[in-house]
């Protein structure tokens, strides 16, 4: 059921949340399914419903940066310099974490990613709820984020007490995840707030995953992909369904903004408008190089990944 995000629905559902029910929240990236990260059941629950693997950790919100005690034992200087300056905002850290968040929300790991979303719904409902939650995007696993309430999968929505609609994702891609529990930060996941961003608060290059141990769980190589098959073009012709940056020359085909922040938010939406079409393939426009466009490289590319 959609509701839209008053103050009375967002009461109703921080009273689902303390009894143990899931719940469609909107954030700035992408829609999030919130459970209480100290309730293990709806931590199971929120499992099953994506059909995710057990290994993949959760990102747990916070209303504000004072709660990270609530579910990490230490906030390191950098952190607090990124913490600062992003957030409210997408960009996730990964610190170790108290032993009172149960490992089931973490994928085994002694480590928490935590964020505070930069939606005051979101906000809202943790601190109506009174407990930090687990929001892993709504959407099966494998399956493309909604950026808006009616793109959660009815299978999704189903499991849910209730959605709460906030409107269209103003970022739309997914958080940024860094690793801060080593001696350098390191780039687990690009997202919402970009490299260099990063860089220039810290002062120094951030390292990037390369595989090994300190990678992160939840990047598999196929995800975030539409129902239909992904493929990389020069350009559009007239008959593509799919994605470009010029005016479209037919109606299966969507322009985006070419500044990559523009893009970002139009992305998703857009690859489930055109899902709906049921297209042989999506065409996408091969996209700049550069380094702003790093994060939506990432999705485009996981997306077209046939593994
Ligand atoms: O923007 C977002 O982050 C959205 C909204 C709803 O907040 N949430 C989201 O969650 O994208 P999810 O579950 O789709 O992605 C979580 C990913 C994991 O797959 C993993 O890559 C990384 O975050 N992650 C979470 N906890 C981690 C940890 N302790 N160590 C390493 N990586 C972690
Ligand atoms: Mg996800």
């Known amino acids: ?80 310099r990124l913490a600062a300056h992003f957030w409210p905002g997408p960009l996730s850290l990964v610190l ?33 709820a009174g407990t930090p939650l687990t929001a892993p995007s709504a959407n099966s696993f494998m399956s493309l984020s909604p950026t808006r309430a009616q793109d959660i999968e009815t299978a999704i929505a189903t499991g849910l007490s209730c959605i709460l609609d906030g409107g ?24 919402g ?30 995800h975030y992909a539409p129902v239909a098959p992904i493929r990389l073009v020069e350009r559009l012709g007239p008959l593509d369904c799919g994605i470009s940056f010029r005016a479209p020359l037919n109606a299966s085909q969507a322009r985006l903004p070419n500044d990559a922040i523009g893009y970002a938010k139009e992305l998703y939406k857009s690859l489930h408008d055109l899902d709906r079409l049921n297209p042989r393939e999506i065409a996408v426009e091969l996209l700049p190089d550069s380094d702003e466009w790093e994060a939506v490289r990432d999705r485009i590319l996981r997306a077209t990944s046939r593994k």
Not at 58 to 77: D, E, K, M
């Open 1 to 80: 059921m959609i509701l839209s995000a008053t103050p009375d629905a967002i009461g109703e559902a921080a009273r689902a949340i303390v009894r143990g029910e899931l719940v469609g929240m909107p954030t700035e990236t992408v829609y999030g399914i919130a459970a209480n990260v100290f309730d293990e059941n709806a931590v199971r629950a929120t499992f099953r419903l994506k059909n995710r693997p057990a290994d993949n950790p959760l990102i747990v919100h916070l209303a504000r940066t004072q709660q990270w005690s609530l579910v990490a034992t230490v906030f390191s200087a950098d952190a607090e």
């Open 96 to 128: 170790p974490k108290q032993a009172s968040v149960p490992t089931v929300a973490t994928g085994g790991l002694d480590t928490v990613a935590i964020r505070v979303p930069d939606h005051p719904t979101a906000r809202q409902l943790i601190l109506e």
């Open 168 to 191: 269209s994702c103003l970022v739309g891609i997914e958080s940024t995840v860094v690793d801060m529990t080593g001696a350098e930060p390191i780039l687990l996941r690009p997202g």
């Open 193 to 222: 707030v970009s490299r260099l961003a990063i860089e220039r608060i810290l002062g120094r290059p951030i390292l990037t995953t390369r595989g090994g141990e300190r990678r992160s769980p939840g990047m598999y190589d196929r």
